[in-house]
């Protein structure tokens, strides 16, 4: 296995991602500061534990920073890494205060690998989700090293779900964890068919546990305050679209406006806002306003004044990292992707108490299936769809209530993976004498 992946998947893979950084933006800021990025190493306290989490991007470090937090609350001097693939998460977690220090890992050379390891030196190891590095592990595991997986999954390529090849490897890899912590029974079932029966734990996201204290704190600290619109007005929040969103959304939304009584405003959050994007999209629209000036007139307006001048203008969030209190204004939601890929996140709207609707592509989404099995979540092929939802949840006030009342308890019932992963950790660390 390690002669196969290390001697002709990845110089592969090398080579292709050579060849692409040249067309991917982002690959290439990756690609050219990942060194630069362990300038922050190189001084790294030995006085303290230092535990290091990696994540792909910025989704995926959402599900460690409950448990980061926990850990920064029983452990106040505990030293915390992160280290990203993608410069999403690098940039966008930049200014989070309970992160010491921040990198990118590098590619998965063994050479590579021994280096940023030994830079680090962590007594312990966390990775989130599918984010997986063969020899990264492997360098941890010779240096006995803790390695635990949180939010762990099954594949959702089918190949890689079921092919001989693709089961063999997976199962290799994840024998390198000390532990490994899914979401679901479903996802535990899969590793325990591979073979891993005794270090594999079922739990749930531990973005709920995030989620849930959002939701807690949202009532004393809106992100945008209720006075800014009319008592009687619904808001719909668009969270995380795509351009093939944007088609069916903004017709349904016109065609509801026009057949209905209702006042209806929309928040439009895009899962890439980009200067490119955001122009496409306000072209699309008629009265709109940016959430960046907005928050700068709130600084300097009273509520009453800045209210009849957005009046009748949906807001167009123009800036990353807000999403999830966004939620908190809505009365009902509709979660981008599923005309693509597959569905962003559900869970933020969900722990919201919102109804959902979103396009047809569940699959990569357990929690998506999971509240269309619960009648909270609405998949629709068109706009005609789109429409006839919108119309139900502007109309009849108590399904809608209803709905938002399933999804929220789903989130709040399903909570507190953290703690449980939490204490693991401490009990590891305990057991091999680094903490008393």
């Known amino acids: 296995m390690d002669f196969f992946y290390n001697y002709i998947f990845l110089p592969i893979a090398l080579l292709f991602v050579k060849y692409l950084k040249k067309y991917n933006k982002k690959l290439l800021i990756r690609e050219s500061n990942v060194f630069k990025s362990w300038e922050n190493l190189k001084d790294l306290p030995d006085n303290k534990i230092r535990i290091w989490f990696h994540a792909a991007s910025m989704g995926e470090f959402e599900q460690a920073k409950p448990v980061i937090e926990l850990l920064k609350k ?17 940039n966008s977690q930049q200014n989070y205060k309970l992160i010491d220090r921040i990198c990118y890992i590098p590619l998965d050379k063994k050479q590579w690998a021994k280096q940023f390891i030994n830079l680090i030196r962590p007594n312990f190891a966390v990775f989130v989700r599918y984010e997986i590095w063969r020899n990264h592990l492997l360098e941890l595991k010779a240096q006995h090293i803790p ?6 999954t099954k594949p959702s390529n089918k190949f890689f779900a079921h092919s001989f090849i693709a089961r063999r490897f997976i199962k290799s890899n ?27 734990h079922t739990l749930s ?3 709920f546990d995030r989620i849930c204290k959002f939701v807690k704190e949202s009532g004393n600290f809106p992100i ?16 995380s679209i795509w351009e093939q969103d944007e088609d069916i959304l903004i017709p349904a939304i016109q065609k509801v406006k026009k057949d209905l009584n209702v006042k209806l405003r929309t928040i439009y959050v895009l899962h890439e806002p980009t200067k490119e994007n955001i122009e496409r999209l306000t072209n699309k629209l008629g009265n709109y306003v940016l959430f960046s000036k907005l928050a700068s007139h709130l600084k300097t307006q009273s509520c009453h004044i800045l ?7 949906d807001i167009v969030v123009d800036s990353i990292g807000y999403l999830l209190r966004l939620y908190g204004v809505g009365n009902f939601a509709y979660i981008g992707g599923a005309f693509g890929e ?5 869970t933020e709207a969900a722990g919201y108490g919102l109804p959902i609707a979103t396009g047809p592509n569940l699959t990569k989404s357990t929690d998506a299936q999971i509240l269309k099995q619960m009648s909270v ?47 693991r950790i401490l009990h590891k660390l305990k057991r091999r004498g680094i903490i008393s």
Not at 391 to 413: P, V
Request: hydrophobic fraction near 45%; charge should be positive; proline fraction near 2%.
């Open 74 to 90: 029983e452990l106040p001097d505990i030293f915390i890494i992160a280290s990203f693939f993608s410069p999403s998460g690098f």
């Open 147 to 152: 390695i635990y997986l949180i939010n762990a």
């Open 174 to 200: 994840m024998h390198l964890f000390n532990r490994i912590f899914t979401i679901g029974e479903s996802h535990s079932n899969y590793f325990v068919k591979l073979g891993l029966r005794y270090n594999v």
């Open 205 to 207: 996201d531990t973005r």
């Open 224 to 239: 945008i305050p209720k006075l800014l619109f009319d008592e009687n007005e619904l808001i719909l929040v668009a969270g």
């Open 307 to 313: 209210s009849e001048q957005i009046k009748d203008s």
């Open 342 to 346: 597959g569905v962003h996140s559900v």
């Open 377 to 423: 979540l609405a998949s629709v092929k068109n706009a005609n769809n789109l429409e006839r939802w919108i119309k139900q949840m502007c109309i009849n006030t108590s399904l809608r209530l209803e709905t938002g009342i399933k999804a929220k308890d789903y989130i709040f019932q399903s909570a507190g993976s953290s703690k449980i992963i939490v204490r």
